[in-house]
């Protein structure tokens, strides 16, 4: 009679272990998001202070107080700060979507949508911006703030106009949505916070990033920040937001730029 050999150590009853199911990509949710929203915008802030950092250490003259705030509001500095904030945003923001599974791309929207969207916030901006305007006519408010007419003298007198363009219109958009209609809006429209409350939070913190104008132009920008987020909300993309809060930008920076050619 044949010999029936069974494997030491097994059970024919008993089925083969499970493999372990693969970890769900899934977005930061609102403390997640928030955590790393402040590591990001900390990051963008190390790599605009490296470039006065290098102004500074470069310069042969004794260091003072005047001669740092001389630098940091030199137009050239200001312009190199807006590029070198990007690859830090970037780098930032790879490491959290990394940890999350998701893909880079689909976690902060970067996927074009309709043109019906873009061309519907350009309506929109349009006509928030001149209501604006006079508003800041009617009040007797500056259009400009005085600080960035200065800029973009000084800009001049460096050659680095061209550079302080690109940074306005290009690189500071394109930094500043991805952390806020990006980041900030994926994870904390997953969380308790839903959409409103995330087009409304995101909006906030945009408007804090430019502490730099005064309340006047702080509730432009928040205006513009809800528009903005309502659009990315419509839309799925922030490719719409990337383009109008350049070409906002444009039209500011050439307002800018007439101002600073007036006597």
């Not at 769900?24 to 998001?33: N, Y």
């Not at 190199?80 to 780098?91: E, I, K, R």
């Not at 809006?185 to 959409?195: D, I, K, N, T, V």
Request: charged share 10%.
């Amino acid at each position: 009679m044949p010999t029936r050999v069974t494997a030491i150590g097994s059970d024919p009853l008993t089925p083969p272990p499970l493999a372990p199911s693969p970890r769900v990509p899934r977005a930061w949710k609102f403390f997640g998001t928030s955590l790393w929203g402040i590591v990001v915008f900390a990051a963008m802030f190390a790599g605009q202070l490296s470039v006065l950092a290098y102004f500074l250490i470069t310069d042969d003259s004794p260091f003072s107080f005047d001669k740092v705030a001389e630098q940091a509001e030199s137009g050239l500095t200001v312009a190199l700060s807006v590029v070198m904030g990007l690859p830090a945003v970037l780098l930032a923001l790879w490491i959290a979507i990394r940890l999350s599974g998701v893909p880079f791309s689909d976690y902060l929207a970067l996927r074009w949508t309709s043109w019906r969207y873009l061309l519907l916030g350009i309506v929109a901006m349009v006509v928030l911006v001149l209501g604006w305007e006079g508003v800041s006519n009617a009040v007797g408010h500056e259009s400009s703030a005085a600080f960035m007419v200065d800029v973009a003298k000084s800009a001049r007198a460096d050659g680095a106009l061209w550079l302080l363009v690109i940074s306005f219109c290009v690189v500071a958009p394109f930094s500043e949505e991805l952390l806020t209609r990006g980041f900030l809006y994926r994870g904390w429209s997953e969380s308790f916070l839903r959409p409103a409350g995330a087009i409304l939070l995101s909006s906030v913190v945009w408007t804090a990033m430019h502490l730099q104008y005064d309340w006047f132009f702080f509730g432009q920008i928040f205006s513009i920040g809800l528009l903005f987020g309502y659009l990315r909300y419509l839309s799925g993309s922030i490719w719409p937001t990337v383009i109008l809060h350049g070409l906002n930008n444009l039209a500011a920076t050439l307002q800018t730029l007439w101002l600073a050619n007036q006597p």
